[in-house]
């Protein structure tokens, strides 16, 4: 839980201090991050769970991965709708222009394209998207991980558990 807490406090950090200095990313631009974030959740949750209980299940490493995936998400879900409603307000509205413009050069009356895509492009939607994306994300990484802990790494912590009882016998 540690884990997934300091690295969603880094992200929201790192975002935030990128704003402030000037350096605006594009929304989707920052989604590296969050995943590079979320395997190594999943990661860390497989190893930090057989660390308690060696004898942990397959079951129980998933659950735990897709646990702290899910609080990940939803911590940087919150964010992502702070963030695009008061701290960079005016990345949205200008997207939703540069789109309108687009549709406007199609043919489209304003009214219309301002219709179309006003309704997909808010905060509340993005933060969603964004919360369910992670969420996929986590879910995927908690099963692969919990796979390859289970049947792979698993060996490695047992071969390194013989072979210090062997020096201490």
């Not at 979320?38 to 060696?54: Q, S």
């Not at 004898?55 to 995936?69: D, H, M, P, V, Y």
């Not at 940087?76 to 307000?89: E, P, Q």
Request: glycine content about 8%.
């Amino acid at each position: 839980m540690r884990s997934t807490l300091v690295l969603a406090a880094i992200a929201i950090a790192l975002r935030t201090a990128l704003f402030y200095l000037g350096y605006e990313i594009p929304a989707f631009r920052f989604a590296p991050v969050h995943l590079l974030f979320i395997v190594l959740i999943a990661y860390a949750c497989g190893h930090f769970t057989l660390k308690e209980d060696p004898e942990t299940g397959l079951a129980e490493l998933i659950r735990s991965g897709i646990r702290e995936g899910a609080i990940y998400a939803l911590l940087i879900g919150l964010f992502t709708w702070v963030f695009f409603t008061f701290i960079n307000s005016h990345e949205i509205p200008d997207r939703v222009d540069l789109l309108v413009r687009g549709l406007m050069a199609e043919g489209h009356s304003e009214a219309e394209a301002r219709a179309k895509v006003s309704g997909f492009f808010t905060a509340n939607a993005y933060s969603l998207l964004t919360f369910m994306a992670l969420l996929g994300a986590g879910a995927i990484n908690a099963v692969f991980f919990g796979y390859v802990h289970h049947r792979v790494l698993r060996r490695f912590r047992d071969q390194d558990q013989r072979r210090g009882a062997e020096k201490d016998v």
